[in-house]
């Protein structure tokens, strides 16, 4: 093969004389170095998820197991630490690992849970908002202002008081309260693919409203609606934990980052251990989710592939 055609192989990503697509294979390395960090937070990410899924098989005491005589214990490597528990116990004996452990479960599924409900809520009204006639665009913009311009903890306040507190109520307090980003976000970006040759071409064969929002514009939206939602797992968790640490979130004794943090700040003094464990886990995984949300924008990122 002449050189000539060598190079055209390799501008065109064929494979070249050892039968591998060398163009792309050396595109893939400083790709994959550039989101190296991505790469381990989707690891740290992956671990915290299957200790919590594997909760009842690994967590060594029942999260809501009382042990009166080890309150306050400090932990293992410390002085009067005990094997027995690890990282340490609270103020009535409960083993601390274990209640992070099921914690994890608690925060993880309100994250998921809260982000599944707004996302929904979002993306269908911002597909209504870009697509449909003015009218719809002002209502549903209109309901998005108001939306955020009402303070947060009012409308937790509210909701829970009238509701009562548990982990439902917080999946939709959180849930109603982040569906106005994804509506603003997926409305600009309607916007602007209408107007494509494509939805032209679609309209034109008569194809029904229905038809081309989830056939056409929806697949479009795909990566933004994940970048977006992955991100916004992470704001969830700490929300959840603030309303925990206030009392308003999940109430005792069912473990959650937020109310264990919230039992600690009274012994923060003379215990600290109690609240910087459970802080520590919700830095740790807030921090990878978005590490992983940045890894994830920059990978879909169409301008980014170079």
Known sequence: MSAVNEVGLKIAGAPDATGAPATTARRSWPRLWRLKWGLVAAVVMLLIVGVAAAAPWIAPYSPVEVDIRHRLAPPAWMDRGTPDHVLCTDQIGRDLLSRMIYGGRVSLLIGVAAVLVSSTIGVLLGLGAGYFEPWVDWTIMTLVNVMLTFPFVLLALAVIAVLGPSLVNMVIVLGVADWPLYARVIRAETMTLRERDFMTAARALGMSHLRIIFRQLLPNLVSVIVVIATLQVARVIILESFLSFLGLGVQP??????????????????????????????????????????????????????
């Not at 012994?267 to 520590?280: C, E, K, Q, T, V």
Request: glycine share 10%.
């Open 253 to 306: 004794p069912t473990p959650a980052w937020g109310n264990m943090l919230g039992d600690g700040r009274v012994y923060m003094l003379n215990s600290w251990w109690i609240a910087a464990f459970p802080g520590l886990a919700i830095f740790i995984t807030t921090l990878t989710i978005n590490l992983m949300g940045n890894a994830l924008r920059d990978w879909l990122d169409p301008h980014m592939k170079l």
